[in-house]
Every structure is written in C-alpha cells, then in structure tokens.
C-alpha cells in the first residue's frame, strides 16, 4: 500500500488524514493497515515508538464503527495518562468528520465521577489506563461486553508496570467473539504469553528482531569512575549546545538530586518523578513539549507515556539491569524517521552489560571520550566562528549601528579583534566550576583500583582472607587452584563466612551484628540472580560513593541481608528502597533484631516512609 487512498478507508478520515498532511503510511501503517481492513484477525504488531502505532491501529477501529449505536465498540488500554490523552487527541483529529462518534480518555488522577458522566453519555470508543478501566467496570459505568475490538497498546510497558492482574480482570468482562490487536515495542515472554493465552490464531507483523532498537538512533557510552558520574554529564550536556532530551536515573530521589544539581550549574532541567503531583506533572510535561524545558530527569516510570517526537538525546545516568528497559529508554529519540543518540555513563564493570546491550538492539555502541574543560571550549569557539561567517549577512538598513560599532573597535587591530571574539566565546562556553582533569577510564583495565577494606565485621577479623569491597580483585596466589571466575571467588568467600560448607544456612540461626554496622534486608535473592559484587555495586552506583563500608552478606532464595555502616543506611534505604531490580521492585529495611528473616519489617524511620 502505496497511499491512504489506496487502503479502502472511509471518506471521512481520509479527508481528515488529508487535511493533517497524511499522505503516505508509515512502514508499520503499511503492513498493518489491509490486515485490519480486510478481516477479522487478531493481530500482534511489534514496533517502535514513534512509527505511528496510533493511526496503525486508529483508522480502520473508526472504520469499522458504528456512529448511530452508542455503546462501546472499541476499548484502548494504555500504561499512563499522558499517552491516553494522546492517543484520544489522535482519534478526535481522525474522526473529525464523524460527528456522532464519542471518544471518551479515563485515567487515574483525574476525579472519577466527570469521565463516568461522561461515559453515561454514550462513547464507541474508549481509551483508559488499566486501573481506572477496572474501578469503571466495577462501578457499572463502563460496559465492555459489546466491544468488538480491543487494543493492548505498549504491551510490555503495562506488564513492566505491574498491570497484569488489572488485564486478566479487563479480558473476563470481554466478550468471546471479538479482535483482540496488541501493539508493543518489545516482546518479552510475558507479552507472548498474554498473546497465546488470550488471542486466537493471531497474525503478527514485525519491523525489527525482536526487542531491537530503532535504526534511526546511534548508542554512545563513557566510561568513568562512580564518582565522576555528574561532571561526566555535565561535559557532555556543555558539549551539547543544542540538547533537548531525558536523562533517566534510578530513583526518585536520585532524580531530584541530579536536576538540583544541575540548576545551580545553570542548566535548564527539572526532575520528573512519582512525587510531583498531578498539576506540577502537567506543568513540567507542559514546558518540556513546547520546548521552554529542555532537559528533564526522569524515571523510568514517571517518563512512560512521554510522547515528543524532536529529542536529541537520551541519557542513562546509570544503566538499566533491564535490557529491555534500554530499548524503551533509547526509544524517547529517533522518533518519526529522525535521527537521535543514547548517551550511558558506565564504570569499568560494566563492559559485559554493553555487549550484551549491543547484541539486543543490533548496533555497534561507539565508546566515546569525555572532553576536558579545554576541549569543550575549543569546540564552541569553532563552532560559533562557522556559524558567524555562514550567517547570512544581505545588507539590510541598519541605520547608524554600524557607525557605533565601528567606534568601539576603534584602536584595534585585526589580530585583537580575533584574540577577544575567541576568549569571549571560550569562557561563554566554559562553566568556572568545570575541571580540567581526564576522568576517563580504559575499558578491561577495571579503571583504577580500589582500596581494600579495612573494616570487616566481627567475623571477618578471623578470617586469613579479608572482604573485598565492590571492584576489588583478591590478590592473585601462585596456586593454580586459586584461579578461576572473579564471581566464583565470592561465592567461594561467601560459602566460607557462613561456615556452612556450601549448604544454605538456616534461617532460624541469629547472628550479632558488627558494631559500626547496620544490617539491611532486601526482597531479592538467588532467584533473581543476585551476587555480592553486583549489589554492593548497585549500592555504589546510587549513592555515587565507593568508600561505603561493608560488612557481611548473606543471599538466600528470595532475600538477602548485608550489613552498611550504621551512618550510611537511611542514606542507602532511601536511595534503593522502591527502585526497579529487573521486574521486581525493591523493598529495603532494617532487619529485625533475633529475626534473622521473619516476615516482620521494621522500617527505618524516615519523613513520609510508606508501605509498598
């Protein structure tokens, strides 16, 4: 399909596709668009944000309904308000010449009883959020069990968020005989899972491998020291000029921190998180689209729905532990045929997770340097000179600003003029409080090497082999035996604290804290394939410090307990707690005392804690 004028579409949208400037389908469009015309199927489309999943799945649902009758025909469930707020706007431009079709957007946020009215009204078409479609179908405003077409849009994104109860719930209120089209940028196995257990003989399109990466965007990484996380991104948003985009942290308190950060070095950036509330989220979302925002901080629950299609750049201040996560990170760029580039600042364990990632989105991840203070100056004051002799300069009446001019150069020679013009857009570009120091490290050398840690536990004094810190590596021995996998030496370490000779120690087993230490619990395990070394890194990573003291750790199946210096733990409880671990989300407290794992939690005290 060539053309809209060749789909088979009503004349009325495509009129109304006409008067947006649509002409010709996306690729997505193109495949989509005559098996959902011509037939009855069930459909599983895999594709990208930004190609045009709206008008994919939006014109021929429009086509096929029924103006006079007001029931609702068409259900749209979306994970957030931003993005089913988009999509109705979408479907009120589609439908502009069908006056007696009614689209009606519930969401949370947004009082409860106006959209029931609104629905009392009668609406075709109905685009929700899954929480607020089941507190609809409960209340008896919403009726779906006439629907005839259901679309799943962002699939993964509503799994990844928790929604698939609510899914479940939505799919026994729908009639048997109806078609089900699922719309998803990644395919993991739940998704797969949702589309065998639900649809019937689904046709599925694809416009890419599987949780693959749009073409249209280049991945770039640095590599530097923990601590040297924030001066790396602020030499790249200085290098930047021209920056519009997200940059994604882990927590939410991690993003406020960061936009703080950020504002007083005189950035324009704001922090996106569950803590706004809906008007602050309106404003800053307000700001951002319209281009008055120019840099956000964000989560990754908090930018989901986030739909603009002109951003530069995506920035992973720290990387996923999802590789799923950065296909959708990366996605919020390149978007509607543009090109676009995702930035990651990792350390020097993490060249495994870059192969990994380069594997998943099919493309090279070019390492790249971070510039020196000197360097990003250079680059401005070449940057501003080309711009300056290619600026168009017709002659226009300038009346006697020129003579003016004149005279303040009056006294200076060609090579002065050019001396100021060059330290003058120097020092516009370079930030007083940026260093001049190389912060980059060299990937397979481990980067700098850490200190041992001197403080161990009670346990560890007696032990001929002490703790290692986050990044350590055991002085090598000239037995051969002692070699082997970096990991395989702490599990080895680990098994030996315990003194349980490989076998799991008993829960019901207490033991003293160290003093100086606070033990911490967490709801991940060995099921979730948690190592030592990967979370004292995690801890390092959110708190941007390497010099926190450990004591000791244990892993069972489904939790862990590791002992943090007693002066460091609010700290880390409120960095971690409620931060994403693949698809769990962290719970963290102070472990009970005698209670080695109990069910009870005592928090640790803090304003607004609240239960998960």
Request: net charge positive; with cysteine; glycine share 8%.
């Amino acid at each position: 399909m060539k053309s809209f004028d060749e789909s088979g579409l009503n004349p009325e949208i495509l009129k109304a596709i006409a008067d947006m400037g649509f002409t010709t389908p996306t690729p997505v469009q193109a495949q989509t668009l005559p098996i959902l015309l011509s037939g009855d199927d069930d459909l599983v489309a895999l594709a990208q944000t930004g190609t045009g999943k709206t008008a994919a799945f939006g014109l021929p649902m429009l086509n096929r309904v029924e103006q006079k009758n007001k029931d609702t025909q068409a259900l749209i469930l979306c994970p957030t308000r931003e993005l089913c707020l988009q999509i109705t706007n979408d479907l009120t431009s589609y439908a502009k010449y069908m006056p007696q079709v009614n689209i009606t957007a519930i969401y949370g946020g947004a009082p409860i009883g106006v959209q029931a009215r609104q629905l009392s009204k009668g609406s075709q078409i109905v685009v929700g959020t899954p929480g607020r479609v089941v507190d609809m179908i409960s209340r008896g405003a919403l009726i779906i069990d006439r629907v005839n077409c259901f679309v799943l849009d962002e699939a993964d994104e509503m799994l990844n968020m928790g929604f698939k109860d609510d899914l479940e719930t939505i799919f026994e209120y729908m009639p048997a005989e109806k078609n089900t089209w699922l719309f998803s940028a990644t395919m993991p196995p739940r998704v797969d899972g949702i589309a065998r257990r639900f649809m019937k003989d689904a046709k599925r399109v694809s416009l890419g491998k599987r949780n693959e990466g749009a073409s249209t965007i280049n991945h770039e990484y640095y590599m530097v020291h923990a601590k040297d996380r924030f001066e790396a991104l602020s030499r790249m948003l200085d290098l930047h000029s021209e920056f519009y985009g997200v940059i994604f942290c882990r927590t939410r308190i991690e993003t406020t921190e960061i936009a703080q950060k950020l504002a007083r070095r005189g950035y324009p950036a704001q922090a996106l998180n569950g803590d706004l509330s809906q008007q602050q989220r309106d404003k800053v979302m307000g700001d951002f689209r319209n281009g008055t925002l120019r840099m956000l901080v964000a989560t990754d629950v908090a930018a989901r729905g986030l739909d603009v299609d002109d951003l530069t750049h995506v920035i992973n201040y720290i990387l996923p532990d999802d590789l799923e996560v950065y296909v959708h990170r990366s996605g919020r760029t390149g978007r509607a045929g543009k090109s676009g580039t995702c930035i990651s600042i990792v350390h020097s364990r993490e060249g495994g997770k870059i192969r990994d990632l380069e594997r998943t989105v099919g493309k090279p991840f070019e390492l790249k340097k971070v510039p020196s203070a000197s360097e990003i100056g250079q680059h401005h004051v070449i940057k501003d000179t080309k711009e300056l002799l290619e600026a168009d300069t017709k002659k226009k009446s300038l009346g006697t600003l020129p003579t003016e001019v004149y005279m303040l150069f009056e006294g200076l020679d060609r090579d002065q003029i050019i001396e100021q013009w060059l330290m003058w857009s120097y020092f516009r570009n370079v930030k007083s409080d940026t260093n001049n120091d190389d912060i980059n490290l060299e990937p397979g050398r481990g980067g700098a090497r850490r200190e041992m840690d001197n403080n161990r536990s009670h346990r560890d004094r007696d032990s001929a082999r002490p703790r290692l810190k986050y990044g350590e590596e055991r002085p090598r021995r000239n037995d051969r035996n002692d070699r082997g996998d970096r990991n395989d030496r702490y599990e080895r370490n680990d098994r030996n604290d315990r003194g349980d000779r490989g076998e799991q120690r008993s829960e019901r087993a207490p033991r003293p804290t160290a003093a100086g230490f606070t033990d911490l619990e967490i709801n991940i395990g060995r099921t979730h394939n948690l190592k030592p070394n990967k979370l004292m890194g995690i801890i390092n990573d959110i708190t941007g410090d390497t010099s926190i003291q450990f004591g000791r750790i244990d892993i069972f199946g489904d939790k862990t307990s590791i002992g943090v210096d007693s002066k460091r733990a609010k700290e880390i409880i409120q960095a971690m707690d409620g931060m994403q671990f693949g698809s769990k989300r962290l719970k963290v407290n102070v472990k009970e005392k005698n209670d080695p794992f109990g069910d009870g939690y005592r928090p640790f005290p803090k304003a607004g804690n609240k239960r998960r």
